[in-house]
């Protein structure tokens, strides 16, 4: 559905070159720390800034020349940006509705209901959790083919976090679409999506199936005599610790089988970006 | 279908569900041609990625347990016993060798563990 | 395109009782004494300078990068904002135009048709060059920077003007003397010049606006 290869976009203090590839039906997270390059890439999938180098692809096409009709197959997020808070949900409904063809009024208008959103309250008097269902559900409402959910929920609480995860389990079950998703949470990520990129400093510094970080990765932790004798030819990345090295690994049976004494933990994306990015790479 | 996910477990999810469904089949809680949700729907159900499923659907495939029909979704396939046996004659096979790990873990013999063994089958077939 | 007309009319909606006020207000104060024509304008510059004020809306909040990622081109977004502001003249036209002599005649006071029509075509013409102006800025600068940089290009072109003056007197050429010649030359032509000529800088703006959007990166 969308495909970046070695897109580039340089700023006076930041730099950005990545390669991702969401595909149908798949929904891929993008995991990174708050300026890491998810909205820079997101803005240059929706053309909303230029790029220096390399190719973007998205529904088939350059962000550039995406037509109003590609458009409506498009639902987006923006991390910081809506519609103006001086609007009202109602507003927004005829917004929309003349907007989109495949708009689904009952569905939108059952849904504000089903969260409790205000028809007639300014958007701005929302709460955040009210605005960020709001994003979403909007995102939801026309029938998109391909959503691009840039930290749809930055600023949520756990329960409405999982809320609005569970409207796009919702909206996945529905059919053939396809979800890219960022955040800076990663336990959004890893019960929602199919797979996970991982940016740091405006690189991608991993990319993996979540199924696969989750039964194959691990973090073992190691005194320094135990790391000396370690074999590391499995190890990704390693983290120095008050008791010895936090030791990030790919191959958790292999060290479970050929060091049972040692103490693993089942990886997480939470280990794995803190120990990428704080830790030495091997 | 009921199936419990246990996330902190280190048995990877997929084999948690790839067991927990032989085991519904086995019970008979699930029968012959009954139609299993389908992947997306059990992931949202579970709470997990839509892939750690499809991948527990494949393994559960190819082990004969059930049939997916494109389009249709995932059947339970006619529960063959022979399958079934040799389902649980793997699950023996398992538990013997986790005990043999373990006896040698805590630095038990060879022998000793022989003797182990010698001496369950004995008070088994009395049993008998 | 439609439904960014109807984002603009809801804002619109907003304000709505002010825009009430000011036409109540104008037209009790045309009925009182004479100049009528003063606040036709009056009116007609306020609902103008609302199309100026729905881009600052739309940019509050970095609205201006989601609007964009509906389906609205770049250029129909551009193109919108023009013809609403063509909309909102001429709704003040039409409002000034039907209240006006509904004001003047319960005082009954003189109703000067042609001399309303004349004003309402120059104040027109003004208004779509002042728009014409704003808009481009506006969309280059933004709502914070657009309106410093305004007032900076309104002294410079009173400079020029009073400099042009200056010196169109020192080669002899009196353009007051030209300007009252105007007038001779009978109401449909004098409603002409200024509409044609505020019409023409409109024509123009919408291209310098079109690239600066199309260029803006978010």
Not at chain 3, 25 to 49: E, T
Request: neutral net charge; charged residues 25%; hydrophobic residues 45%.
């Amino acid at each position: 559905m969308l495909r970046l290869c070695n897109v580039k976009k340089q700023y006076d203090s930041f730099g950005l070159e990545v390669s991702m590839e969401v595909k149908k039906g798949c929904v891929t997270g993008l995991i990174g720390q708050n300026g890491a390059g998810k909205s820079t890439t997101f803005k240059i999938l929706l053309n909303l800034i230029s790029f220096d180098g390399g190719e973007a692809q998205i529904l088939s096409k350059k962000p550039g020349e995406l037509t109003n009709e590609d458009k409506e197959n498009l639902g987006v997020v923006l991390a910081e940006a809506g519609f103006s808070g001086y609007l009202t949900i109602q507003d927004v409904v005829s917004i929309l509705g003349s907007m989109y063809k495949n708009f689904d009024k009952k569905g939108f208008v059952e849904k504000c209901n089903q969260f409790g959103l205000p028809m007639k309250k300014r958007i701005k008097e929302f709460s955040t959790g009210m605005k960020a269902k709001l994003k979403v559900i909007t995102a939801m409402s026309h029938g998109a083919k391909l959503l691009l959910l840039d930290e749809p929920t930055a600023g949520l609480d756990v329960v409405a976090r999982e809320e609005l995860l569970d409207l796009l389990r919702d909206y996945m079950e529905g059919g053939d679409c396809s979800i890219l998703i960022s955040s800076h949470i990663s336990t959004d990520l890893e019960g929602l999506c199919d797979d996970v990129y991982m940016i740091h400093e405006g690189k991608i510094i991993l990319h993996e199936e979540t199924d696969v970080l989750l039964s194959e990765y691990g973090l073992l932790k190691v005194t320094k005599e135990q790391y000396e004798t370690l074999d590391k030819k499995y190890l990704l990345a390693v983290r120095k610790e008050s008791y010895g090295y936090d030791c990030l690994t790919n191959q958790k049976q292999f060290y479970l089988e050929n060091y049972p004494a040692l103490t693993m933990e089942k990886g997480s994306v939470d280990d794995v970006i803190t120990v990428m990015i704080r830790g030495e790479r091997v | 279908m009921k199936i419990i996910v246990n996330n902190s477990s280190m048995q990877p999810i997929y084999e948690q569900i790839v067991e927990q469904v032989k085991g519904l089949i086995m019970k008979g809680s699930l029968s012959e041609e009954e139609l299993l949700p389908s992947v997306r729907t059990l992931a949202k159900d579970l709470r997990v990625s839509a892939l750690t499923v499809k991948k527990a659907y494949d393994t559960l495939e190819q082990e004969g347990f059930i049939i997916t029909v494109h389009g249709k979704g995932s059947f339970v396939a006619c529960a063959n016993q022979n399958i079934m046996l040799e389902e649980k004659k793997k699950e023996v096979e398992a538990d013997l060798e986790m005990a043999i790990r373990k006896g040698r873990s805590c630095g038990m013999s060879n022998q000793e563990i022989t003797d182990f063994r010698l001496f369950w089958r004995n008070k088994y077939v009395k049993a008998l | 395109m439609k439904g960014m007309f109807i984002k603009d009319l809801c804002i619109m909606k907003l304000q709505v009782r002010f825009f009430i006020l000011i036409v109540i207000l104008a037209v009790m104060l045309a009925a009182n004494g004479s100049g009528a024509s003063f606040f036709l304008s009056y009116v007609m510059f306020v609902f103008s300078i609302f199309t100026i004020t729905t881009i600052s809306y739309d940019e509050m909040d970095n609205g201006m990068m989601y609007l964009l990622t509906l389906p609205v081109t770049r250029k129909q977004y551009v193109l919108e904002k023009y013809l609403f502001g063509i909309f909102m003249i001429g709704l003040s036209a039409v409002i000034s135009l039907l209240l006006m002599p509904a004001g003047l005649m319960i005082q009954k006071a003189e109703l000067n048709m042609t001399e309303l029509l004349l004003v309402t075509a120059m104040t027109t013409g003004i208004v779509l060059v002042f728009l014409a102006m704003a808009f481009p800025v506006q969309f280059k600068f933004g709502s914070e920077k657009g309106r410093i940089m305004m007032f900076i290009l309104f002294a410079v072109i009173v400079l020029v003007m009073v400099g042009a003056e200056k010196i169109l007197g020192m080669y002899g050429i009196d353009l007051e003397a030209g300007l009252n010649q105007l007038e001779n030359v009978g109401a449909g032509v004098a409603a002409a010049i200024p509409l044609i000529f505020g019409l023409l800088a409109y024509g123009i703006s919408v291209m310098v606006s079109l690239r600066i959007l199309e260029k803006k990166e978010y």
